[in-house]
């Protein structure tokens, strides 16, 4: 499944990339239309919700650092059963307790349709942290997800998508709320953790 979507280069802070038409046989009813789609995934230790528009002020460190390595996909639907990829698979490495760090966009073109689901795939990921984390204070601690391949499938504020639309999908990690300390000890996190806490949200850009 991996093997047939168009291989994009390394994903780095605040670096503007390529996002990915629909890919594989997921596909959508709709005219093709033109659309600038924002895609941002971070980790900030001081936000509730992840951003929806504009550029967000990084906030002070929280008390570790670190980095997910992951390769990803993002993909979003208008009822839950057809999905049309926003970014196919594609190599990020996303800091951790830090503000608005990762971002791609592209105008793309896509089905005109109303979006209110999002999945985002998560294959091959694993951590490293460093600082005060959940049972003690550690230096670039290795932690590995579990699982090969986690999905996480969000509801997401509708976005109708039309001829130059400009939008943003937005993901927070939310590592503060689901590291712990049997975690830093065994090496591992089970990917549920991440299902049940990484949030999204989406809006139009500018509102």
Do not use: K
Request: some cysteine; aromatic content about 4%; overall charge negative.
């Amino acid at each position: 499944m991996w093997s047939d979507i168009a291989r994009c280069s390394r994903f780095s802070v605040l670096l503007l990339m390529p996002l990915l038409a629909s890919c594989g046989g997921d596909d959508i009813t709709g005219v093709t239309v033109n659309a600038t789609l924002r895609v941002v995934l971070d980790d900030n230790p001081s936000r509730t919700t992840p951003p929806v528009s504009g550029t967000q002020q990084a906030p002070p460190p929280g008390d570790y650092t670190g980095t997910l390595a992951t390769t990803t996909r993002v993909a979003v639907s208008s009822d839950g059963e057809s999905w049309h990829e926003l970014i196919g698979t594609q190599a990020l490495n996303i800091p951790l307790q830090v503000g608005d760090s990762a971002v791609v966009e592209r105008t793309v073109s896509l089905p005109a349709a109303t979006y209110s689901q999002v999945r985002l795939t998560l294959r091959g990921a694993s951590m490293t942290v460093t600082g005060d984390v959940p049972g003690g204070s550690v230096s670039n601690r290795p932690l590995d997800i579990s699982e090969l391949e986690v999905v996480i499938v969000r509801p997401i504020p509708a976005i109708t998508v039309s001829a130059n639309t400009s939008a943003r999908v937005a993901f927070d990690l939310n590592t503060e709320n689901w590291l712990t300390s049997a975690n830093v000890t065994s090496g591992t996190i089970a990917g549920s953790q991440l299902q049940a806490a990484i949030q999204a949200v989406a809006g139009y850009e500018g509102s």
